[in-house]
């Protein structure tokens, strides 16, 4: 029986087969394949993901009426890849949160402009740049403002990235979840200066209607 010849070379396997194995047994041949087959690793091992996270985590917790910045992240870009235009969409909960900007994390080289819909909770982002990007990188700030407590999540709907005329989509898109904490103890101090105001106010209103009696029945006496 004549000897089986197997070249591995980048992860592709060649089998150089004379014609007098025309005998070898089938299964062995399956076997050599799958064995070296297992070398090749996929392709979205290493895919590309981006993110929304704030200091590193994907998990955030600002106190109710409090404004918040969290970051939009892309990762993992193929070797040889780069990015000259972004486009994206997230949703949050608009019972929960309101977005009241965003900004680019890059200087003037790459432009953003953006449409949000607080009512139906939809944020949507283009950005285009001269200046191709091709590491890893914080792309945009996105201020939101907390509502009332509870649990939401800021998801990534939408995203896809161009190298030149090449669309390409992610990988992974990663969500933030965002623990809205409420007040321990106490009250809510109102934001409107009136209602800051009108307990004072009425205290007094009430020192001066008390104050105006004492004098009118001083007056009788």
Known sequence: ???????????????????????????????ALIIFGGLVSPASANGITISVEAKGSSKITPAVSSKFWVEVWIRNLPQGQQITQLDLTLTFDPGQLEEVLFVSAFDMTWLFTGQVDNVAGTLVIHGSGSTPIQDDRQWLWIYFHCLKPGVSTINIVSAQWKNGEVTNSFSTLIPATVTQMGPVGGVVIPTSKLEILTPYLALVGLVAAVSAVVVVKKRRD
């Open 1 to 31: 029986m004549a000897n089986v010849i197997c070249i591995v070379k980048a992860e592709v396997m060649v089998v150089v087969m004379p014609m007098t194995t025309a005998k070898l047994p089938l299964t062995l041949l399956l076997m």
